[in-house]
């Protein structure tokens, strides 16, 4: 079996052929891009959970879901609105079933 470690800034660095200061600066870059995709598509989250909200589900626990799988899914934006319906769907579906 292989680590599948994640490289440092220093191997970074010098598989890039930039400084340690420049790689670090990407890497903040990515995460403030991150951050601010992962802001902007909570409403989508929220719409996405309001169309549950009337299956007998907790509201709270679907936005939960929903912001979590955004959380996974940001760096492969093309398939975080697939992955928040998915959620949502297994949600509805583990609730509808504990209900009967």
Sequence with gaps: MQDVSQPTTRELA???????????????????A?????TANLR?????AKKYQNHNLDFL????????????????TIKALLWLVY????????TSQSIR
């Design 87 to 94: 959620k949502t769907e297994m949600q509805a579906s583990k």
């Design 61 to 76: 626990d679907l936005l939960q879901e929903g912001a979590l799988g955004l959380q996974k899914t940001s760096p492969k």
């Design 44 to 48: 989508l989250v929220v719409s996405v």
């Design 34 to 38: 991150k951050e601010k995709m992962v």
């Design 14 to 32: 010098t598989s890039l052929g930039q400084s340690e200061a420049e790689v670090q600066a990407i890497i903040q870059q990515g995460q403030k």
